[in-house]
C-alpha cells in the first residue's frame, strides 16, 4: 500500500531566500530515492506569513513537503538518506523556528482535473481521538465526493494517519489496542487553478459546511499555500 509521508517546516520569514534554497536541494535528493513515486512542495503564501507555530505566534514561514512512497519497506529502506525531516535538520536546522512534524499517513481519496494547473492551494490539518476517527472518516469522504461532480477543484486529496514519533512508539511497544493509540491527523489539501477558483471554493455554502464539521471533530489547523 502507498504510503504518504507528509513534512512540515517552520522558518524565519526574514530567510526566506536561504530556505527556499534548502528546500529545493531537499526536493532534488528525494527525487532520487528509490521507491518513491512523488513528491509535492509547497510554502505558504506571502499574505499569510504571520501565523501559530506550535509553540507560539510569530513571523514565520512554513514549507509542506508530501512524499508519496511503494509501500512502507520503501519509506524504511530510504529513511538514512532521504528522510525529509532529517534533511531538513542536516542542512536548515539555523532557519527552524519550531521542531519539523512528520507524519506517516495513507490516501482515503483524491481528485484531479488535468485540464487544470494548480496555482494556489490550502491544506487543512486535523487530529480527533480514535474513537472518533471512523466517524470523521466516513463523513468526510461523503463530503468530498461532492466535488468529484463540480469542476471546482484542480487537485485534491485527503489522508488519514499519524504522528511519527506516536507511530515509531506504537511499533516499538506492539501495541494495538485501540484505546491506547494517540489521536488519528486527517490531511485534506485542496489546490485551484486560479485565486478566483479558490475564493468560490470557500465562498460555497457545502465547503463551509464541511469545514465546521471538521473543525468541531477536532484540532485544526488551515495552511494556505502555494507549489514550488
Known sequence: MELLIVTVAYTASVRDADVLARIRFIADTVSNAPGMISSRFYRSRRNDATTHTPTHATAHSYYIMLTTWDDEESWQRAQERYNPKQLLLGSAKELLTAQPQQWQMGYL????????????????????????????????????????????????????????????????????????????????????????????????????TLTRFMNNMGTAHLLSLEPI
Open 109 to 208: 481519496w483524491g481528485y484531479s482535473r488535468p485540464a487544470a494547473t494548480p496555482i494556489v492551494a490550502t491544506a487543512h490539518l486535523c487530529t480527533t481521538r480514535s474513537d472518533q476517527t471512523e466517524f470523521l472518516q466516513q463523513k468526510y469522504v461523503e463530503g468530498l465526493r461532492h466535488y468529484a461532480t463540480r469542476p471546482m477543484l484542480a487537485f485534491a486529496f485527503l489522508a488519514r494517519g499519524a504522528y511519527e514519533e506516536d507511530t515509531n512508539a506504537a511499533r516499538r511497544t506492539g501495541s494495538t489496542n485501540a484505546s491506547s493509540q494517540p489521536g488519528t491527523t486527517f490531511l485534506s489539501l485542496f489546490s485551484w487553478g486560479s485565486e478566483e477558483e479558490r475564493e468560490d471554493f470557500y465562498s460555497d455554502p457545502y465547503a463551509r
